[in-house]
């Protein structure tokens, strides 16, 4: 099937490279020139592993394109999805549909004959009805352009599995639709055929899934860190704790990683969208609990600093702090609202002469911030540091042998963010480990 994705950031360039993998003919489409011209060349311009393959791989068999013209996107295909980002307004929880919009907008008036637009993006609900009535608007006559939704529930980390062999499939359709279905079969033939769930409901519905599970996700992790904050003062183990409840099916162990938090490009701005349009919808008492997760996963933040500054005598100034982690998640180079970028940033703020190392992120962390101290590799961020903040936790990280770094550093005082470092092993090397959710006491015995 011939289709174009129109958004080549992190959800569109994945999107339009998986889809020709599974055989389609894909045109990627972009205002940004910069992108396009990368993507063309075979470079994806983030880090995804897997991805650089499966671009090379489709560009080489002539399956895949990229352009900047809408006019070429309007003649190349009858199917488009949609992709483009729908980041948080300044100064305000509510979700910037600008870039939505402006797809329609641009798209719809070239367009001739029977079209559907497959949305992405994750939108506040009632979306995809105002596109169709934008559309409707706009098209021309003896044109159709029918809006599906199909939300996208990639991992940035897992992109192209999470694309090529999704949990499941959601589709949202208008009352009446006859194409949209039919045609997502056909896209989505090959998991299909693998027995991957396909659900098919109502616009708003499709809509909604998508921020439920953020929220949902979102929600647990804060569940966790709540309790780790209350472990931190009544002397228990949110990890030996959170190892426990996982074991019930009900609760399952996943997403109950108790540390730094969740940031990046989805859950952070997904909540806060959520809150803000069910306040439109004059239903603002439903999600003020978000507000609380939001919260608990700030103050996550707060606390490692508040950790980091008591280990250092009360006093971070002067202080050498060795920060492993930039991104948001390991396996991925994503800084954005980062909670070890921001742990970072605050204990440099705070005075301390801090050193950040992450095996991908560095050179969106300089722009981000460009004032603090990056080291080129772990044992340069290590050397002569008075106390080592964990923020990320990259394999490396997890795997560093605790008597080689003691070697490297002033004094071995280790704070594990991300509660993945086995106390033992790096007690018995000399070190004093802190935890968050662990009882400071018993981490420093
Ligand atoms: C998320 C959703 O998982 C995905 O389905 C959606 O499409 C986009 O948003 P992503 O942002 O790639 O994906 O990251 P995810 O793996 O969900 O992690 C989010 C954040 O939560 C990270 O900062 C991670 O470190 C944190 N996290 C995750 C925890 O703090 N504890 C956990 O147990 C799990």
């Known amino acids: 099937m011939r289709m174009t994705v129109i958004g080549t950031g992190y959800l569109g360039a994945t999107h339009a490279a998986c889809m020709a993998e599974l055989g389609h003919d894909v045109l990627g489409v972009d205002v940004d020139e910069a992108k ?14 897997g991805l650089p393959e499966v671009l090379t791989r489709n560009l080489e068999a002539g399956r895949l394109g990229f352009t900047t013209s809408y006019e070429q996107a309007a003649a190349f295909a009858h199917v488009h999805f949609l992709g483009v980002g729908t980041p948080q307004q300044r100064g305000s929880y ?6 939505v919009r402006a797809v329609i907008e641009n798209l719809v008036p070239l367009l001739e ?11 506040p609900v009632g979306t995809a009805e105002e596109m169709q009535a934008l559309a409707d608007s706009l098209a021309r006559p003896g044109t159709s352009v029918e809006i599906a939704w199909n939300p996208e529930f990639l991992r940035e980390g897992y992109a192209v599995k999470d694309t090529i062999s ?6 949202g359709v208008r009352e009446g639709s006859t194409r949209a279905e039919g045609i997502a079969r056909e896209v989505y033939a090959t998991p299909l055929e693998q027995g991957t769930p396909f659900r098919v409901m109502d616009l708003a519905t499709s809509e909604l899934v998508k921020v439920s599970a953020n929220a949902f996700l979102a929600t647990k992790i804060s569940f966790i860190n709540a309790i780790s904050e209350i472990c931190e003062i009544a002397g228990g183990d949110v990890t030996a704790l959170a190892d426990a409840i996982g074991l019930d099916e009900r609760i399952g162990r996943k997403f109950l990683g108790a540390g730094l938090g969740f940031g990046g490009g989805c859950l952070p701005k997904d909540i806060r969208a959520f809150m803000a349009r069910a306040g439109e919808l004059g239903a603002d008492q ?11 996963n700030m103050r996550r933040r707060d606390r490692m600093v508040q950790l980091t500054k008591q280990v250092c005598d009360g006093n971070l100034l002067g202080h050498r702090v060795a920060v492993l982690g930039a991104a948001f ?4 180079d994503d800084v954005r609202d980062s909670p070890a970028l921001s742990v970072a940033g605050s204990l440099s703020l705070a005075g301390a ?3 950040v190392y992450d095996p991908q992120a560095m050179d969106n962390a300089k722009k981000v911030f460009p004032t603090l101290g990056y080291a080129d590799s772990v044992e340069e961020a290590l050397r002569g540091a008075d106390v080592v903040v964990l923020a990320t936790e990259w394999r490396q990280f997890k795997e560093l042998d605790p008597v080689a770094v003691g070697e490297l550093v002033d004094t071995k005082i280790i704070i594990d963010g991300r509660n993945v470092l086995d106390p033992v092993t790096w007690r018995d090397a000399g070190w004093t480990i802190h935890a968050l959710g662990r009882s400071l006491d018993k981490a420093s015995a």
């Open 329 to 332: 998640k390991p396996n991925s």
């Open 286 to 296: 439903a999600l003020t609990f978000l507000r609380e997760v939001d919260a608990i």
């Open 36 to 49: 396009i011209d990368s993507l063309q060349a075979g470079e994806v311009p983030f880090f995804e592993p």
């Open 166 to 171: 999704p949990d499941r499939i959601v589709l």
């Open 94 to 99: 509510a979700a910037d549909m600008t870039y």
């Open 353 to 355: 002469d801090v050193s």
């Open 113 to 123: 004959g029977e079209h559907v637009i497959f949305g992405k993006s994750t939108v």
